[in-house]
């Protein structure tokens, strides 16, 4: 079974250009994460989403981030302008989760990530 | 989510078990512990969780003890590809679940 692709892996950007990033979950898995993760640090929430809509971006810097899953299926981060301190690690998860109450939370599964550095 | 204590770094030979501890001492009685790693340059992988039992797979074991205040992961026979960031995570079930809280984990390191 085909893990989580994400993709680029790697992406160098001038200060106050646009950047985006894909994610394929693994088939069939109904929940997406985006998760961030800075230097000796680990991840950190962005955006969840359930099916195609965003149930938790809480923590989703929405001057300048958004996000998207036409479909519910593929998933792109977008980054508009980019800023020195965007310099990280961006990882996207997917999960099958219940959606029952009581129900069991299934387990994240990774992709490799995409490490953005903004000069 | 309740948070977890773990130490900063740890050494271990190679062949011998490594025994990572984990504190969460405010665990509630819905919230599971999960294991994740994550070597370098490589997104977080999972490894096992539990509930209040210890559970064992292919990768590691888990030992929780009975008042569910801390844990063990145990890898039982540490090779040098077992080097990477230990992560100790709790995390309520039910749907609707939140994403993973990370911390900034156990750097585990064995050695030759």
């Known amino acids: 079974e085909a893990g989580v692709v994400q993709s680029p892996r790697y992406k160098i950007i001038e200060k106050k250009q646009p950047v985006a990033f894909w994610c394929n979950p693994i088939?069939?898995?109904?929940?997406l994460y985006w998760y961030l993760q800075n230097l000796g640090q680990g991840p950190e929430l962005l955006i969840r989403y359930e099916n195609e809509e965003a149930v938790d971006d809480s923590q989703l810097p929405k001057d300048r981030f958004s996000a998207e899953r036409l479909k519910g299926v593929d998933s792109t981060l977008k980054i508009q302008p980019a800023e020195l301190g965007d310099s990280a690690v961006y990882l996207c998860?997917?999960?099958?989760?219940?959606?029952?109450?009581?129900?069991?939370?299934?387990?994240?599964?990774f992709g490799p990530g995409t490490r953005l550095t903004v000069l | 989510d309740a948070k977890t204590t773990q130490p900063t770094s740890m050494d271990c030979a190679e062949g011998r078990a490594a025994n990572l501890p984990c504190n969460h001492s405010?665990?509630?009685?819905?919230?599971?512990v999960y294991w994740y790693r994550q070597i370098h340059s490589q997104g977080p992988q999972y490894i096992i969780h539990g509930l209040k039992n210890n559970e064992t797979n292919e990768m590691a074991s888990l030992i929780i003890t009975e008042d569910r205040k801390s844990s063990t992961l145990i890898l039982p026979h540490a090779t040098l590809r077992d080097t990477a960031v230990y992560y100790c995570?709790?995390?309520?079930?039910?749907?609707?679940?939140?994403?993973?809280?990370f911390g900034k984990g156990t750097h585990l390191i064995i050695q030759p």
């Open positions: 995570i709790v995390r309520a079930t039910g749907g609707g679940a939140d994403g993973l809280t």
């Open positions: 998860a997917s999960s099958l989760e219940s959606g029952l109450a009581g129900g069991f939370a299934d387990t994240q599964y």
């Open positions: 088939s069939g898995h109904n929940t």
């Open positions: 405010t665990i509630s009685g819905n919230e599971y």
